[in-house]
């Protein structure tokens, strides 16, 4: 493991987190649960039919196994469904059958305080995973969107805080205007300090360092910057700054004279999702970074999607990822 998922292992064990899986069919859903068992990682709640579960070999002793179809509190929970979404127009017939998909459930079960998160989509889209989470249990206080990042963990690299940095967002706001990109700031910044417990110095990205190209795009960096430092002037937050300004002191002082950002900054905020997207599978790929995300933010309680092509190695990060935003938001 990279020193950052040592750093949130150890973390999670500090306070376990009952994190609800509702992929329990999935055999590297298991694969990891197993494992998060095994090392004291957290508290499981695993959703799916309880005797291919159980058939998988896998030992989950200490989870706690749902079944869906025959969940004993079902209905109260569809009680619940149906009186939250039933000014959207939800019948209690609706919410009753909500609840027996495992999303849903899963979901409900967060915002009963059953569970304290929930971590899925190795079989679902993102749509399907966030659909009820924001449907259910909304927008953060304070947040005005959900975005995700990514935590970038680079090997030999003193960069950022000793080769680690915050991508955002880097999955799911595909073009956002300038309020959005503060938002999406700030957000980060909260996280990454909810994570790591260092300071935070937020870097807006563009392809201009102060003012040295004006167009529409770099503008629009420019005023969320300001947008930025209005919603949080207790974090250190500055652009428009390249990518070498950003992160590399030499060329932050050369470009950005006086920024306290450019040259130290670990939380990188992209213009639009495709520099995001782009970016973070570059480092990935050429310098053999260690990626984990993405992790949602903005949403009332830790709910993270998973890439469908994730692997046992990948669950476990992101439940460990996910118990810390959990201990976060009840400290």
């Known amino acids: 493991m990279s020193r ?67 969940y004993r ?10 009186e939250l979404r039933k000014a959207k127009g939800m019948t209690p017939e609706q919410a009753a059958e909500k609840v027996e998909d495992p999303l849903y459930l899963g979901v409900m079960m967060v915002k009963a305080g059953i569970a304290d998160g ?5 079989c679902h889209s993102t749509g ?31 960069l950022g805080s000793d080769g680690t940095f915050l991508f955002s967002d880097c999955g799911l706001e595909v073009q956002p205007d300038a309020e959005g990109l503060a938002n999406i700031a700030v957000s980060s910044a909260r996280s990454w300090e909810a994570l790591m417990g260092v300071e935070p110095v937020v870097a ?8 040295s190209a004006k167009n529409d795009d770099s503008a629009k960096v420019v005023e969320a910057v300001s947008m930025a430092k209005e919603l949080a002037p207790d974090v250190k937050i500055d652009g428009e700054l390249q990518l070498d300004a950003a992160i590399v002191e030499a060329v932050g002082s050369s470009k950005a004279p006086g920024s306290p950002v450019a040259g130290k900054a670990n ?41 469908r092509g994730c692997s046992a190695s990948d669950i476990y990060g992101v439940v460990a990822i996910t118990c810390v935003q959990c201990q976060s938001r009840s400290a």
């Open 267 to 307: 939380c990188l905020i992209f213009p639009d999702l495709d520099a995001g997207n782009i970016g973070y599978k570059l480092v990935q790929r050429l310098a053999r970074a260690e990626a984990y995300g993405p992790i949602t933010q903005g949403i009332a309680a830790p709910v993270n999607d998973l890439s």
């Open 204 to 211: 807006l990205l563009s392809h201009s360092t102060y003012g």
């Open 128 to 158: 399907d995973v966030l659909r009820p989470s924001l449907q259910i249990l909304k927008t953060a206080p304070g947040a005005k969107l959900v975005s995700s990042f990514f935590i970038m963990s680079v090997p030999d690299c003193e």
């Open 4 to 70: 950052f998922l040592d750093r949130m292992v150890a973390q999670a064990r500090t306070g376990k987190q009952t994190i609800v899986l509702p992929e329990g069919e999935d055999p590297r859903t298991l694969e990891a649960a197993e494992r998060i068992l095994a090392d004291g990682v957290a508290n499981l709640i695993i959703l799916g039919d309880a005797a291919t579960i159980e058939a998988s070999g896998r030992d989950l002793g200490s989870a706690t196994l749902v079944d869906p179809a025959t």
């Open 118 to 122: 929930m971590v899925a989509g190795a």
């Open 73 to 82: 509190d079902k209905g109260e929970l569809a009680r619940q469904l149906f």
